[in-house]
């Protein structure tokens, strides 16, 4: 079974561009996460979707990062201009539908550099 | 007061040894209680899992949860240099089903000196 996959690994823009992320999440998992880890803190919730329904995005920061999932297959993250602020590292994760607490499977992350 | 409190403080320990990590947290409604390990460049992955109060243990591993306290430790026993990790504690309370939002602490970094 394959894992749950992020592109780019990382990625290098400036303040003001745009930048999108992609996960593939697990195939058959019907819950998709998206967290974030900024420098010197914890990794947060940022939003959840459920096939290509967005659950809760309440851990979204502000209007500028965009989350859809396509067919409730692969999801993307955009970050529409990025600040310094939005550097970190971004964590996608996936989980089977409808499981009570079902465990989490993360991918290896897209560390977002923004200069 | 953050939900969960992780000293992030680096830990090195010899081969063998026994290491104890711990966290605490603020929310009474949290009933899951993991920790998952991440190497570097990695994305964290699950190594204990418990519901509510009580201990499990996998293997030389052993998770300790006090919800009296508010107080989750996690034992690794016979420390071995592969288990050089970060160690991150998380929790969720019981949400909508399927959704599983967790809220992590910081992380330990652990080092197993062959």
């Known amino acids: 079974e394959a894992g749950v996959t992020q592109f780019p690994s990382h990625s290098v823009i400036e303040k003001g561009q745009t930048v999108t992320l992609r996960c593939d999440p697990i195939s058959g998992h019907d819950n998709l996460y998206w967290y974030r880890r900024v420098m010197g803190k914890e990794i947060k919730f940022l939003l959840h979707f459920v096939k290509e329904s967005k659950q809760d995005e309440s851990g979204m920061p502000n209007n500028r990062f965009l989350a859809e999932r396509t067919g409730g297959t692969y999801s993307t993250l955009k970050v529409q201009p990025a600040e310094l602020e939005d550097s970190g590292v971004y964590f996608c994760?996936?989980?089977?539908?409808?499981?009570?607490?079902?465990?989490?499977?993360f991918g290896n992350g897209t560390r977002l550099t923004v200069t | 007061q953050k939900e969960v409190e992780q000293d992030p403080g680096p830990l090195s320990v010899p081969e063998g040894a026994i290491v104890s990590l711990n966290c605490t947290y603020s929310n009474s409604a949290f009933q899951y209680f993991m920790w998952y390990r991440q190497y570097s460049r990695k994305g964290p992955e699950l190594l204990m899992y418990?519901?509510?109060?009580g201990n499990k243990e996998d293997g030389r591993f052993t998770a300790q949860v006090d919800k009296s306290s508010k107080y989750i430790s996690l034992f690794i026993r016979d420390s071995q240099p592969s288990d050089s990790a970060t160690y991150l504690c998380a929790m969720s309370a019981r949400l909508n089903y399927g959704n599983n939002r967790l809220a992590f602490g910081k992380g330990n970094q652990v080092v197993v000196i062959p």
């Open positions: 418990t519901y509510s109060s």
């Open positions: 994760a996936s989980s089977r539908g409808f499981v009570d607490n079902s465990p989490l499977h």
